[in-house]
């Protein structure tokens, strides 16, 4: 689609064509974003979506792409992604937040602990930013995001409006919500325990320990591939009884540490990746009869 230059000149400061997304993933894969618009902040979201409805505009929202994988082919239409004024941490009550949705999960725990705020220390080991977190219902060590939500503000793709919507309105299950795709949410109030920092400090490095000895860091990986099946069916398992685990495709390899976690291991394309993705779940589906769904996310044209 060729925009015409009224739209591009009202937007031109935040606004950028052919936009490659390999470094918006945590792969470090994938092709280019059509146009690409980061928004400065609520009004002028807004009002780029207005445009976009009037021209029929295609719209992605992009979190921190710490679960995106993006097809070699790109993204046709408009990336968005929110700016640093959607990336805040505030203290409005004794224990309550308010965050941006672009603010990532381990500032908001590093911000509860200095603010003497339990229970949220789980959120140091989420990858991301609060807008996805809530999206997917992240969570981990018997944590997620639902216990901690009291309300989000999202905006309206189809009504351009601004709306608060209370976490009795919304249906969590694991690693989703009821939440419809036409919504942008923009931010989020979450719920913490006054205690003590110490406590919630040895929570924390518990936490972020943990998660180093069982998952790989350092390496280009969205982290957990596959969802899992329940509390004791776990999907690394699955993957490892049908001896998937070896398994490679191109520079697409799954992780010697945690078999849920596919690793781009330097060259690979975003295509080594979904093959991988698919050959595992066709073996798995195989061998132990389970259809494993996707944690992560594939964008963009086949």
């Not at 280009?220 to 699955?238: P, V, Y």
């Not at 060259?267 to 259809?291: F, P, R, Y």
């Amino acid at each position: 689609m060729t925009l015409d230059i009224n739209f591009i000149k009202k937007f031109e400061d935040n606004f950028s064509y052919n936009v490659s997304l390999s470094n918006y993933s945590w792969f470090n894969l994938g092709g280019k974003a059509e146009y690409f618009f980061k928004a400065k902040n609520q009004k002028q979201l807004i009002e780029f979506l207005r445009e976009a409805k009037k021209k029929n505009l295609k719209i992605t929202i992009l979190g921190a792409g710490s679960n995106t994988l993006f097809r070699d082919n790109g993204v046709k239409g408009a990336v968005i992604k929110l700016g640093n004024e959607f990336s805040y941490t505030k203290l409005v009550n004794k224990n309550i937040l308010d965050v941006g949705a672009a603010t990532l999960d381990r500032k908001v725990a590093n911000y509860a602990k200095e603010n003497n705020l339990e229970n949220l220390e789980f959120l140091s080991c989420i990858p991301g930013s609060v807008g996805g977190a809530i999206i997917m219902n992240s969570g981990c060590y018997e944590n997620d995001i639902s216990k901690v939500l009291l309300s989000i503000q999202a905006i309206d793709k189809k009504k351009l409006s601004v709306i608060e919507i209370k976490k009795e309105d919304i249906k969590f299950s694991y690693r989703g919500t009821s939440l419809s795709d036409d919504l942008i949410i923009i931010s989020a109030k979450l719920k913490g325990v006054e205690g003590v920092k110490e406590r919630i400090e040895k929570k924390q490095s518990y936490y972020i320990e943990k998660k180093k000895s069982s998952q790989p860091s350092q390496v280009k990986t969205c982290g957990s591939t596959f969802k899992n099946i329940s509390e004791d069916e776990k999907a690394w398992k699955l993957i490892k009884e049908a001896g998937c685990e070896d398994y490679r495709v191109g520079d697409a390899m799954i992780s010697q540490k945690h078999c849920n976690f596919f690793v781009n291991n330097g060259n690979a394309k975003s295509a080594d990746i979904e093959n991988l993705i698919n050959k595992v779940k066709k073996k798995v589906q195989e061998k132990t009869g389970v259809d494993l769904e996707l944690e992560i996310k594939i964008v963009g044209e086949k």
